[in-house]
T-cell receptor
Framework: GQQLNQSPQSMFIQEGEDVSMNCTSS?????WLWYKQDPGEGPVLLIA?????ELTSNGRLTAQFGITRKDSFLNISASIPSDVGIYFC????????FGIGTKLQVIP | NAGVTQTPKFQVLKTGQSMTLQCAQD?????MSWYRQDPGMGLRLIHY???????DQGEVPNGYNVSRSTTEDFPLRLLSAAPSQTSVYFC??????????FGEGSRLTVL
């Protein structure tokens, strides 16, 4: 089946730093999504991207849908302690494929 | 404002036992799905349904059965539990924009 390669798998950063994570695929996706999972909860959508080249922001979060439709990145600016969690990229509609996640830890 | 509700939240089974994980959504979404989450493997699709009466297999369907008799409910059945099915299970429904709404998860341990 389709696979998404998400990196890095984990990150330790200082509060206030910017963060970048990305996802690549061997297959083309028409939709890219970024989710965040807090401990003990289900993932929650952060940003959805529907068009190649699209750059979308949601507060301190910015995500882009790659031109080739095979990649996407997520940036978090000026990290804060509540940014801690696991971030997942996901591609597709209905049969959505997920990356393995990036575990983010913020050091106050 | 229930969204997607999963029960039970925690379950311990012995090898060979059967059980059903329940999932209900109140958003009138046609599409529903079940994922399992394991360390280092992300979320993997088990089964999905595009509407009442229609189900299909995802990436890791072996050992699991599903049915969809109503739009609201999408139960996941483990017929004969195995230790390899120890995992966290998430049910999700999908809105028209493609956003998946997840339940809080069901944590299953098979001894």
């Amino acid at each position: 089946g389709q696979q998404l390669n998400q990196s890095p798998q984990s990150m330790f950063i200082q509060e206030g730093e910017d963060v970048s994570m990305n996802c690549t695929s061997s297959s083309i996706f028409n939709t890219w999504l970024w989710y965040k999972q807090d401990p003990g909860e289900g993932p929650v959508l952060l940003i959805a991207l529907y068009k190649a080249g699209e750059l979308t922001s949601n507060g301190r979060l910015t995500a882009q849908f790659g031109i080739t439709r095979k990649d996407s990145f997520l940036n978090i600016s000026a990290s804060i302690p509540s940014d801690v969690g696991i971030y997942f990229c996901a591609g597709g509609y209905q049969k959505v494929t997920f990356g393995i996640g990036t575990k983010l830890q913020v050091i106050p | 404002n229930a969204g997607v509700t999963q029960t039970p939240k925690f379950q311990v089974l012995k090898t060979g036992q059967s059980m059903t994980l329940q999932c209900a959504q109140d958003m009138n979404h046609e599409y529903m799905s079940w994922y399992r989450q394991d360390p280092g493997m992300g979320l993997r699709l088990i089964h999905y349904s595009v509407g009442a009466g229609i189900t299909d297999q995802g990436e890791v369907p072996n050992g699991y059965n599903v049915s969809r008799s109503t739009t609201e409910d999408f139960p996941l059945r483990l017929l004969s539990a195995a230790p390899s099915q120890t995992s966290v299970y998430f049910c999700a429904s999908e809105g028209i924009t493609g956003e998946l709404f997840f339940g809080e998860g069901s944590r299953l341990t098979v001894l």
